[in-house]
Nanobody
Framework: EVQMAESGGGSLQAGGSLTLSCTAS????????LKWFRQPPGQEREWVAY????????SYADSVKGRFTISRDNAKDILYLQMDSLKPEDTAVYYC????????????????WGQGTQVTVSS
């Protein structure tokens, strides 16, 4: 069973930067599509970004495009989310997740999820 654990959340002011990490343990996910989701307070969980198993394909939600960067270190089974120019509306619990396949699709739901890490951005 794959275990995924996010870290790096915190509280900061608008305009700041933060990098989230997600470490996978157990069977490797180095060939799996990996994704970030977030759930703002009182709202549904939403997709943020994904990266393919080989790291060659990435995609972002319009709300974060140009500000967030997803990357991965397959040798260490770590997923990252670099978040720049943060806004109060980025406040949410951020989750990492792994698909069962290497190529990414937003139609397919992930099979492994982390517990989430809180990011709070104040104005």
């Amino acid at each position: 069973e794959v275990q995924m654990a996010e870290s790096g959340g915190g509280s900061l002011q608008a305009g700041g930067s933060l990098t989230l990490s997600c470490t996978a343990s157990g069977p490797t996910v180095s060939n799996n599509c990996l994704k970030w989701f977030r759930q703002p307070p009182g709202q549904e969980r939403e997709w943020v970004a994904y990266i393919s198993g080989g790291g060659t394909a990435t995609s972002y939600a319009d709300s974060v495009k140009g500000r967030f960067t997803i990357s991965r270190d397959n040798a260490k089974d770590i997923l990252y989310l670099q978040m720049d120019s943060l806004k109060p509306e980025d406040t949410a619990v951020y989750y990492c997740a792994a698909d069962r396949l290497g190529w990414c699709s937003n139609i397919r739901q992930p099979i492994y999820w982390g517990q989430g890490t809180q990011v709070t951005v104040s104005s």
